[in-house]
T-cell receptor
């Protein structure tokens, strides 16, 4: 069965600093991986996705993630944090690859950005 | 705006009651998913429908049921409500049975 582990439930960075949110996955099939962001009182918004092909994936708002099969990781990064990046971030893996849209989510990481 | 509409936004009800949550998917999306988000369980997949038919089932209680109608909107019915059912319920949709998912803003259910 597929699973996702997000390391660190809370991450705090200073404005302008590097953002690194960690995600490790377990999948019995080639994984489809996603990062979503949730702002207060809102639904989840897709930041980026990895399906096949290039392992470095660029998303919205300057975020990117790198799929590393050998490390079963899909960490999310952003070179310079902005106050508006403060939110909760979820890593997810698609159940059974891309055959269903069912996503298995990690527990989430709350990103705090300090001025 | 994701294009997925959920109503109502908030719902407060008593234990033992029954409620219905409604979801209208994005225009053109055939697949609808329901998720429950709570502090202790995180985001849990409940059920998926594709073009009116159940496609996948997750950790959905027997007290809960869902359906997708011919116009593709979906309803999640929760009955015999318990305090532990208090959570944020999200609907998501996708064009086919393949991700990515587009999420609505959720219905916050409070059971008192």
């Amino acid at each position: 069965a597929q699973s996702v582990t997000q390391l660190g439930s809370h991450v705090s960075v200073s404005e302008g600093a590097l953002v690194l949110l960690r995600c490790n996955y377990s999948s019995s099939v080639p994984p489809y991986l996603f990062w979503y962001v949730q702002y207060p009182n809102q639904g989840l918004q897709l930041l980026l996705k990895y399906t096949t092909g290039a392992t470095l994936v660029k998303g919205i708002n300057g975020f990117e993630a790198e799929f590393k099969k050998s490390e079963t990781s899909f960490h999310l990064t952003k070179p310079s944090a902005h106050m508006s990046d403060a939110a909760e971030y979820f890593c997810a893996v698609s159940d059974q690859g891309g055959n269903t849209g069912k996503l298995i989510f990690g527990q989430g990481t709350t990103l705090q950005v300090k001025p | 705006d994701s294009g997925v509409t959920q109503t109502p936004k908030h719902l407060i009800t008593a234990t033992g009651q029954r409620v219905t949550l409604r979801c209208s998917p994005r225009s053109g999306d055939l697949s609808v998913y329901w998720y429950q988000q709570s502090l202790d369980q995180g985001l849990q997949f409940l059920i998926q429908y594709y073009n009116g038919e159940e496609r996948a089932k997750g950790n959905i209680l027997e007290r809960f049921s869902a359906q997708q109608f011919p116009d593709l909107h979906s309803e999640l019915n929760l009955s015999s409500l318990e305090l532990g059912d208090s959570a944020l319920y999200f609907c998501a949709s996708s064009e086919t049975g393949v991700s990515p998912l587009h999420f609505g803003n959720g219905t916050r259910l409070t059971v008192t």
